[in-house]
């Protein structure tokens, strides 16, 4: 019997998760959308819509993804007033009313199994597990000054090099913790440079992982592109090209020789601790190490504020969380077995 469990995508922003989801997306039983933004910041207001046992509360929150200006819904291609009625008409949960979103996304495609990539979910694991308590979690590491270079060139990274940096290691520490704390079967890392080199076999033991059998096609990650990437993300360039090793290691030329010596005494034993080596540059300025510190400590400061904020509302939580969409998902709520015709083939 195939596997249901939601995917998500997650890493450092300028990873290849980009690379990585339209991969999935071109498995033939997996769908997985561009970026959209209304996930997390529903679950943080989620007092706000109040119990979603009440169908007119999930029709208000399902109007509020369909029709906010910040959810990117628009760009899923999907029919607003059937995303409302389908979620309307669906389970009573939460979990059920923003999962409905990427169902109904892989239901235009065809497709039974649907996944999500927003590299900043990395912080949001616990959160999502407690949304979709059968998600599998796939985190993709790439060299750091690559993913520094690279975020500094991006239109919509506002923060300097220093806060890139902060970045990339909040990801790698979050990715270990993850990986300590997800039960067997949630979590799967891989590195950039080992998926761009060798794609087949990288592939292959993701969808192992995965409990899905292997698809040439994705491999060609460049034949969906056309469908799945916003043309306005021009940023995304890439994905629309042969998969390729040439963008690995790039970091040499584009950072300044103090970016490149902050970076390697900074994230130093976690670069070679997923095998990236170092140049060997001179010692970090020692202003420039306070900078990172305190670029660490505010970054911490405001996930530390979000938290405190969330257990409060925990204690009084409005309504059920978890989805009731997968079969995983119901077997955990003690729910009988739905009888879909895969089911019934199977």
Known sequence: ????????????????TTMLQLMLHSHPRIAVPPETRFLVPAYFSRRAYGDMRLADNRRR?????????????????????????????????FG?????????????????????????????????????????FVHLVRDGRDCVASLKQMPWYKEDAVHAM??????????RRNA????????????????????????????????????????EPRHIAELAVPRHKVWHSNTH???????????????????????????????TAYGYELSGARKADRDHVSAYKAAVGKRRAARQRKYNRD????????????????????????????RTPELLRA
């Open 61 to 93: 929150l399902a109007g509020w993804i369909a029709e906010g200006r910040t959810t990117k819904f628009h760009e899923l291609g999907l029919s607003r007033p059937d995303f409302v009625q389908a979620a309307m008409l669906g389970p009573g949960s």
């Open 241 to 271: 090209e042969e998969v390729t090793t040439a963008h690995s290691g790039k970091w040499a030329s584009r950072l300044e020789p103090w970016e490149i010596s902050l970076c390697e005494e900074v994230l130093g034993e976690r670069l």
């Open 1 to 16: 019997m195939h596997s249901d469990r939601p995917v998500f995508v997650v890493g450092c922003p300028r990873s290849g």
């Open 166 to 175: 902060a970045n990339w290691a909040e990801a790698v520490d979050f990715g």
């Open 180 to 219: 300590r704390k997800l039960p067997p079967g949630g979590f799967y890392e891989l590195r950039y440079e080992d998926l761009t080199a060798d794609p087949e076999t990288e592939l292959k033991k993701l969808c192992g992982f995965l409990g899905e059998d292997y698809d040439p096609a994705m491999c």
């Open 311 to 338: 257990r409060l509302t925990r204690l009084r939580e409005p309504g059920p969380i978890a989805a009731l969409l997968t079969e995983g998902q119901r077997r955990l709520a003690g729910l009988p077995q739905q």
């Open 96 to 136: 059920s009313v923003v999962g409905m979103v990427f169902k109904c996304y892989a239901e235009r495609f065809g497709k039974p199994r649907w996944g999500d990539k927003r590299p900043s979910y990395y912080r949001h694991v616990e959160m999502l597990m407690r949304l979709f308590p059968d998600a599998q």
